[in-house]
T-cell receptor, first 115, second 114 residues
Framework: GAGVSQSPRYKVAKRGQDVALRCDPI?????LFWYQQALGQGPEFLTY????????KSGLPSDRFFAERPEGSVSTLKIQRTQQEDSAVYLC?????????????FGPGTRLTVL | DQQVKQNSPSLSVQEGRISILNCDYT??????FLWYKKYPAEGPTFLIS?????DKNEDGRFTVFLNKSAKHLSLHIVPSQPGDSAVYFC?????????????FGKGTKLTVNP
């Protein structure tokens, strides 16, 4: 079956621009996660949804970052007024159920480069 | 502070031999551990997991060992194959904190030489 998909795969933005990154989780998966991976580092947690409810946004680095999952399936991560330090790979993951632990399955990521 | 540490940035082994990747953690609340493999330009791929109620889990060529008292886990790959060459990430989570987020180490790059 289809895995987690993300679009775009690559995004180049000028500093100050707003960007929107999309995640399509595996169909029927309740939980959805966003992670940020800087070069040479492991993924770092940004935020977590259970269906449409955002239960944890403790990892969002600033109020320029905003995520939503309005219908409990597709999610969008929005970054306003991008800065160079936002350059990273943004990974989305989903898991079948909530109340864990359940395996998280990752998408291919979106590589964001801010010039 | 890094709660999950992979102290070896890289490891090189000969095809057919055993690969051992190590991971240490500091947070005693972690009770579920996973290993992911990552190829360039792809997302992490789940390999194997272990719950803190077990000390070993095996799946084909992959075995994960957990030593709770030492807060240490390791991934054994036997026999190693050239296709295993990738970056391996150790990850941990706590089922008691409400959030199901994973905390990752920095990864170990494994190279399996033919």
């Amino acid at each position: 079956g289809a895995g987690v998909s993300q679009s775009p795969r690559y995004k180049v933005a000028k500093r100050g621009q707003d960007v929107a990154l999309r995640c399509d989780p595996i169909s029927g998966h309740v939980s959805l996660f966003w992670y940020q991976q800087a070069l040479g580092q492991g993924p770092e947690f940004l935020t977590y949804f259970q269906n449409e409810a955002q239960l944890d946004k403790s990892g969002l680095p600033s109020d320029r970052f905003f995520a939503e999952r309005p219908e409990g399936s597709v999610s969008t991560l929005k970054i306003q007024r991008t800065q160079q330090e936002d350059s990273a790979v943004y990974l989305c993951a989903s898991s079948l159920l909530a109340g864990g632990p359940y395996t998280q399955y990752f998408g291919p990521g979106t590589r964001l480069t801010v010039l | 502070d890094q709660q999950v540490k992979q102290n070896s940035p890289s490891l090189s082994v000969q095809e057919g031999r055993i690969s051992i990747l190590n991971c240490d953690y500091t947070n005693s609340m972690f009770d579920y551990f996973l290993w992911y493999k990552k190829y360039p330009a792809e997302g992490p791929t789940f390999l194997i997991s272990i719950s803190s109620i077990k000390d070993k889990n095996e799946d084909g060529r992959f075995t994960v060992f957990l030593n709770k008292s030492a807060k240490h886990l390791s991934l054994h790959i036997v026999p190693s194959q050239p296709g295993d060459s990738a970056v391996y990430f150790c990850a941990a989570s706590s089922t008691q904190g409400g959030s199901e987020k994973l905390v990752f180490g920095k990864g170990t790059k494994l190279t399996v030489n033919p």
